[in-house]
């Protein structure tokens, strides 16, 4: 019986005829099938209409959904940055070759509506709960006083569980490294004491003060039982763990630090200052090791490429973002400064989506640098040595300013004088600038090319500047007759510095290496290396916890400002049309940080853009 009703099962037929009891619910299901075979080419066609729907929706020149509808007296609706570029080289229609120039253009309103419910509706299917919540509210959803009360104390709630769950793990993280630093240590010692003479005192004195093999063993086993309690903890628990054994070197030479440090500070306190157990160089420690461990990866979460419709040339040499992070700007040697919407660029992922914003300019783009007060404002250096402030909302220039005599590779605009930018160039001159003047302010003569300037972003009167001669010269601009320190280590050209906080400095060299420097207290603090950087500028990139760069192996490197190895790396691939061309000449160009998120923007020489995100 069991083998007949095996065969049986295989034969669903058979099986219908031989159970009489359940011929209506086999002709109940057969009725279901036809009716589904029925509705799926219904269901064809319907995703068929909804695609070519779709299609319409599509510009006929970057074939993305439109941005910002214009028609044209031809009767054909484009991107308005499209069109416009379209019309800078050529004076026709590109559906049907009718004459056009830009007089002929007009916004469709109507189109525009329709492109508004059709982007909601696809944020609707793609977004988060809370970024869904946070669109609702941002659009004047009606909430009552009760639910907004009952939706805070959730809120409350659970900001509260995941600040403890935090708590506890950084907890078991910190307990973990310090458990293996003390047998490490008491290991040091044991095989100290066994290297040294033998003598009646000695021995008194190593059983007093060393472990007993016994207590040694009982050590041993204790790590083991934490070993088998690691079994059950979470795997994220585990990983974090994992990443603090596979940099154990680096951390105790942090932890060493941090506590001699402490140790220093706490000698020049009173002693009623002082709490029983409490060691500030073990709290700053314990910060350094939940962020540190907190990442081991880049993840891509957007990606488009920066491609020109009539420029082949494609190498971003800086991004940016500005002041509120909600738009950055991109430049190089395509001669144009493009702007995009960052929401647009991750949510409605598309290879080369329109900008809200482009500026021509005479020659190739060196650096970008927005006002961080003046939301619509962006100063520009190019291959000419011109700088230029740009008006992101007209798309016209607001000063250029034509006093360097080569190339201008730098430029900045102070955080706290709004009105302030500086630039550096290759003919050895560093000048401040104000936006009200057409002339310079300020100008410093040094002895070598200027790759990098930058303002510290607690005092408008203190620059730093990156330069040819492997140094970096830190510039008080109320006396310019000499800096206040130069900072030595590098072997080649400075190429970028950039502050972390009103004393951290970060630099960036072709020897390959990142440097960390404290201005206040004039020394290193820390050398990074594991990235490749022999002549190009690859960028740099930094926040308040980590330092990325680019490489010359098509790489994006991240830091942690206390450990001198690579906390997560992200390599660029190659498209398919380029696979005979040599893959090892692409570099990362541009890096930048989404102010103090784990969120980056990435290019290379090849214009691919990436939005990238440390992940666990």
């Known amino acids: 019986m069991g083998g007949e009703s095996s065969s049986i099962g295989a034969l669903v037929p058979t099986v219908k005829s031989e159970l009489g009891c359940n011929d209506n619910a086999a002709a109940g299901q057969r009725e279901q099938e036809q009716e589904q ?61 009718h004459f056009l120039t830009p007089n002929h253009l007009y916004p469709n309103f109507l189109l525009n509506k329709l492109l508004m419910k059709a982007s909601a509706c696809q944020m609707a299917k793609t977004a988060t709960p809370a970024e869904q919540l946070h669109k609702a509210l941002q659009q004047g959803y009606e909430v009552s006083v009760k639910e907004l009360d009952s939706l805070l104390s959730l809120l409350a709630e659970k900001k509260r569980t995941l600040k ?11 307990l973990d490294f310090l458990h293996c630093l003390r047998n490490q240590k008491l290991g040091e010692l044991n095989e100290s004491q066994c290297h040294m003479g033998s003598s009646t005192s000695h021995n008194w004195k190593a059983d007093e003060k060393t472990p007993s093999g016994s207590q040694i063993i009982q050590i041993k086993d204790a790590n083991s039982d934490l070993d088998s309690q690691q079994l059950t903890q979470s795997g994220l628990v585990v990983a974090r763990k994992k990443r603090v054994h596979a940099q154990f070197n680096d951390l ?83 001669r144009r400064i493009k702007v995009f919407e ?57 000063m250029e300013y034509e006093e360097h005599e080569k190339r201008a590779w730098s430029v900045d605009f102070s955080r706290t004088e709004p009105s302030m930018l500086v630039s550096g160039s290759d003919d050895c001159k560093v000048k401040i600038w104000c936006t009200n003047q057409e002339a310079s302010v300020l100008n410093i003569d040094m002895k070598a090319n200027i790759c990098s300037v930058k303002y510290n972003p607690g005092s408008g009167i203190h620059i730093v500047v990156g330069s040819a001669d492997h140094h970096i010269h830190y510039y008080d601009l109320r006396n310019t007759s000499q800096p206040v320190h130069i900072f030595g280590g590098h072997r080649k050209a400075v190429s970028y510095v950039k502050f972390l906080s009103n004393s951290e400095l970060a630099s960036a060299s072709t020897d390959s290496t990142l440097r960390l420097w404290d201005v206040k207290e004039n020394i290193p603090l820390r050398t990074f290396k594991g990235h490749t950087n022999e002549k190009n500028f690859v960028g740099l990139a930094v926040n308040s916890e980590y330092i990325a760069c680019g490489s010359e192996t098509n790489e994006v490197f991240v830091y942690h400002k206390a450990i001198s190895k690579p906390a997560a790396w992200h390599k660029f691939g190659s498209d398919v049309q380029d696979a005979d061309e ?9 890096v930048c940080w989404k102010s103090d998120s784990p969120t980056m923007l990435t290019a290379n020489s090849q214009g691919t853009i990436k939005v990238l995100l440390l992940a666990e």
């Not at 609706?77 to 080289?89: E, W």
């Not at 403890?164 to 910190?174: D, F, K, R, S, V």
Request: with cysteine.
């Open 342 to 398: 960052f929401s647009s660029v991750v949510n409605e992922p598309a290879d080369v989506p329109c900008p809200i914003a482009e500026m021509s300019t005479r020659s190739k783009l060196s650096c970008l640098s927005w006002n961080k007060y003046t939301k619509n404002h962006i100063a520009s250096s190019d291959y000419e040595g011109i700088v230029t402030v740009w008006d992101v909302t007209t798309h016209q220039s607001v």
């Open 37 to 97: 075979e029925q509705q799926q080419p219904e269901a064809m066609a319907v995703e068929e209409e909804v695609a070519m729907t779709d299609r319409d929706m599509l510009c006929p020149i970057c074939m993305q959904l439109i941005k910002d509808a214009f028609l044209t007296s031809c009767g054909h609706s484009f991107c308005y940055m499209c069109i416009v570029t379209h019309l800078q080289n050529k004076s026709d229609c590109p559906c049907c070759s």
């Open 164 to 174: 403890q769950q935090e708590a506890e793990t950084n907890m078991q993280i910190m």
């Open 582 to 590: 040599d893959a090892g000449s692409y570099f990362i160009s541009a």
């Open 252 to 334: 105790q030479d942090c932890y060493m630090q941090r506590r001699r440090s402490s140790t220093r500070q706490s000698q020049k306190k009173d002693e009623r200052d002082r709490r029983e157990g409490y060691s500030t160089g073990l709290e700053d420690f314990q910060t350094v090791l939940s962020t540190f461990t907190r990442y081991s990866r880049l993840r891509v979460v957007a990606e488009l490429r920066h491609g020109d419709l009539f420029h082949s040339a494609n190498i971003v040499s800086s991004i940016e973002f500005d002041r509120d992070d909600e738009l950055f700007a991109t430049a190089g040697v395509s």
